[in-house]
């Protein structure tokens, strides 16, 4: 039986901040902001996975070994985007490091036509697009995260503020390629862009980890209460300041995406850790 869990969007923006949306059957909700997790606990399996399941959230099922000893990113692009190479196998290694599986693969699967740089992508199309896009079959013990690259921008976007990312809890995450590529090539060398996509993919990957008590519990107190589910410490992929032109820099400098540890701080590898060795 498939679950349906609200909308929380994880968006790394420019200068706006998180947001949640409400869900396309309750157009009426309005727009609320991202404080972290809602008052119940995360769903347990949002969507079938291949292999056993277990009545547990989703996101302790991508940090622990069992019952999915290997993960899938399935990654499908509109207007011709794919994962830079560089990234995905920097990616990849970073998860390992971070995550207990014994194998992660990052997989292009579909290719579609863009809708071109005009278009605004709204949330629940986005959401409508992943769930009836995300068709890649994996094997018995293999749990997958659904990676959408897309052409265009975000209908949230304004004058004051991009989304180069947002997440659907806990099962899609979406990257805005074009607008990503548009802000940082401005007079930036295109290895930057590469270091960009790095730091985004982290950060959203991180929140459907369940960073900052995002679902998952921190081993000690480390989220930024007024910035909800982001880190207190600037030295975290998960701290609020890069959402805005600064953190921008951040990452196109390579200072946290681009770390082996994929700029993860002690504090959220503790809270990882701590779900990673539990009996």
């Not at 992660?104 to 199309?125: C, L, M, S, T, Y």
């Not at 951040?250 to 701590?274: K, S, T």
Request: aromatic share 6%; charged share 20%; hydrophobic share 40%.
């Amino acid at each position: 039986m498939k679950l349906v869990s609200p909308l929380l969007l994880s968006c790394l923006m420019l200068v706006s901040a998180c947001e949640r949306t409400p869900s396309p059957s309750d157009a009426d909700a309005g727009t609320l902001t991202d404080g972290g997790p809602g008052s119940s606990s995360p769903p347990g399996e949002p969507i079938p996975d291949a292999g056993t399941s277990v009545n547990a959230p989703r996101f302790e099922h991508y940090i622990r070994r069992q019952p999915y000893p290997r993960m899938v990113l399935e990654v499908d692009g509109w207007g011709g985007y794919t994962p830079t190479a560089s990234v995905a196998e920097k990616l990849r290694q970073g998860l390992l490091g971070i995550l207990d599986k014994e194998s992660i693969e990052v997989r292009v699967d579909q290719a579609f036509p863009g809708k071109g740089a005009e278009h605004a992508w709204a949330n629940d199309e986005l959401l409508r697009l992943a769930e009836q896009t995300g068709t890649l079959e994996v094997p018995s013990g293999t749990i997958k995260l659904h990676v959408l690259l897309v052409d265009g921008h975000s209908a949230m976007d304004t004058s004051e503020g991009k989304v180069l990312g947002l997440a659907f809890p806990w099962t899609h995450l979406v990257l805005f390629r074009q607008t990503m590529d548009t802000l940082c090539n401005k007079g930036s060398p295109l290895n930057q862009c590469a270091r960009a996509e790095l730091g985004v993919w982290a950060h959203e990957v991180g929140h459907q980890l369940g960073l900052v008590d995002n679902g998952l519990a921190m081993s000690r107190a480390h989220k930024d209460a007024a910035h909800g589910a982001h880190d207190s410490s600037d030295q975290c992929i998960m701290y609020w300041a890069y959402e805005n032109s600064a953190g921008l820099d951040a990452l196109l400098a390579g200072l946290l995406g681009d770390q082996a540890n994929l700029g993860f701080d002690a504090a959220c590898l503790a809270d990882l850790d701590a779900v990673k060795t539990r009996p």
